[in-house]
């Protein structure tokens, strides 16, 4: 009997296994395909940019650290962190050769004369003041992502930029693709009369287990009680996805105005349309972000239809298409399909290439607004109900 019952899951068993390694083989493939040829200090360009680093912070690893291991022209000088000891094993285990520890870390790594751009990977509600200081103290920023949490912020960020000549870079990672790179090229209209009238949907779905039981007792009658810290961190992880959305819609479609037809923010999840200002017309688009649909555990797409001419754009994955991608063009019933991985760089490592660049040319791209993005964020919460992102800055 236990026999049977072996023998006849065994099928099911070996095909679903077979599924999985059949999802996740190109994955694999592409991970391994990302190039991991480090350039030492030593051999570095005599004018490489030299980064600091504020906060001991893991998306710092990924977002400079290991992608300036792998650049010619850029070198990271020095590191900060709350904690001595945190800062001094964080240098050795990556190699940085200064760090400083305890409550003044962070200025005394704005004074050094060895950096020339910092990089702030703090908390999103520590963003503004910590870029201020690196503004003043004569430092270029590349500032994580969402660079601010209202316009109100963006705007005392680009009144200090203007005043002091410097640059802050928002790390907004998923534009320095050449798969988004590809779809902003596709969506802003060279000369494709079909796309010039699409209309636009973008969604974020990403399954946050605690979120989607909290909505499970919620839709249950059960009490959920979470405490005000809670709802703020509930907030900024709103936030954090949501951004996505709106600032991969506006950077691609090349919009310099967005007006908000209808916006609702549920606890886990916002939706919104707006009227997007554009170059040469105007269009509509709606957007999505859940963290607890169990339905649709996972999608992060933007995609641009034309119901008349039945033409469609989709790119699936556009936050990390180095790991997996895809871009459908559909036309007249025929589709194809781009990927393009170029050598396999992550999006970090194209971006801090941009930034690079930026600081040698000494300005930034015409289209990286984050006023912008902070504005159309700004009156979607205000259209929600729940007006302006605001939270304590104290995180201590
Ligand atoms: N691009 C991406 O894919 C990506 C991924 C994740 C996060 N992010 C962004 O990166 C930023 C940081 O993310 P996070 O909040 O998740 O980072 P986190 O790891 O909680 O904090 C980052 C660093 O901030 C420092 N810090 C200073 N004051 C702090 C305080 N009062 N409370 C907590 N940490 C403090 C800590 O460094 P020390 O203790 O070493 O000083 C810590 O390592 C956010 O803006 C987030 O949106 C981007």
């Known amino acids: 009997m236990r026999l049977s019952l072996v023998v006849s899951c065994l099928g099911p068993g070996l095909a ?3 599924a999985a390694l059949w999802s996740i083989w190109p994955v694999i493939l592409r991970l391994r395909r990302i190039p991991q040829v480090l350039v030492y200090p030593e051999n570095k360009d005599k004018d490489a940019l030299r980064i600091g680093i504020l906060g001991a912070s893991f998306i710092a690893r990924a977002a400079v650290i290991h992608a300036a291991d792998k650049r010619q022209d850029v070198l990271v000088t ?8 945190k800062a001094k094993s964080y240098a050795q285990q990556h190699r940085i050769p200064a760090f400083h520890g305890g409550a003044t870390a962070y200025r005394e790594l704005l004074a050094r004369e060895d950096v020339d751009a910092v990089y702030v990977g703090l908390p999103t509600a520590l963003h503004l003041e910590w870029t201020l200081a690196a503004l003043n103290a004569g430092k270029h920023v590349l ?3 969402p660079a601010v949490l209202s316009a109100e912020e963006a705007h005392q960020v680009v009144k200090t930029m203007r005043e002091t000549q410097l640059l802050v870079f928002e790390a907004a990672h998923h ?5 988004a790179r590809r779809f902003k090229q596709l969506m802003t209209f060279g000369g494709d009369s079909e796309m010039a009238s699409a209309s636009f949907d973008v969604r974020f779905s990403m399954l946050d287990p605690p979120s989607l039981l909290n909505s499970i007792k919620d839709t249950l009658g059960l009490s959920v009680s979470l405490s005000s810290e809670d709802r703020r961190r509930e907030r900024i992880k709103n936030l954090d996805r949501w951004w996505y959305c709106v600032d991969m819609l506006l950077w ?11 916006a609702k923010e549920e606890r886990f999840s916002i939706s919104a349309t707006l009227k997007l200002q554009l170059p040469n017309r105007s269009t509509t688009a709606t957007l999505s972000m859940a963290r607890d649909s169990w339905r649709d555990p996972f999608t992060w797409s933007i ?4 119901r008349s001419s039945e033409t469609s754009l989709r790119l699936q994955n556009f936050g990390f298409p180095f790991i997996w991608h895809r871009l459908d063009l559909i036309r007249n019933g025929q589709q194809t399909s781009e990927q393009l991985y170029g ?7 194209h971006q801090l290439g941009y930034f690079r660049e930026a600081v040698r040319r000494g300005s930034l791209d015409k289209d990286a607004s984050f006023l912008l993005t902070a504005q159309t964020i700004d009156l ?10 605001s939270i304590t800055r104290d995180l201590t």
Do not use: D, W
């Open 343 to 349: 050598a396999g760089e992550t999006t970090f490592e």
């Open 175 to 179: 534009r320095y693709h050449p798969a």
């Open 252 to 262: 691609s479609t090349g919009a310099y105005e967005a007006e908000v037809v209808f």
């Open 16 to 18: 679903l296994l077979a």
């Open 303 to 306: 995609s641009a239809g034309n």
């Open 143 to 145: 500032l994580e992502k």
């Open 78 to 85: 020095a590191v900060a962190a709350r904690s001595e000891s």
């Open 380 to 389: 979607i919460l205000e259209a929600t109900g729940t007006g302006q992102f």
